[in-house]
């Protein structure tokens, strides 16, 4: 919500950006890194916050 309402807010260059972001989607993604880090032993934990940056990018777009 937080990250939605900064993004939604932010002009670049004369350009709205929009988040497209759901919270289902977020937990959904959250379950499956927790089963992947429990499977690797914690390794993919590693990998967590560059998903989660990813998933934020994939969620942003320009309005105009």
Known sequence: MIYGWRINHTVIDG??????????????NW??????????????SFWVRIKLEDWKAKNTRFIN
């Open 15 to 28: 350009h709205r950006m929009q988040f497209d972001g759901s919270a289902v989607g977020l937990f959904g």
């Open 31 to 44: 379950i499956k890194w927790l089963l992947l880090s429990i499977i690797t032993l914690g390794i993919y």
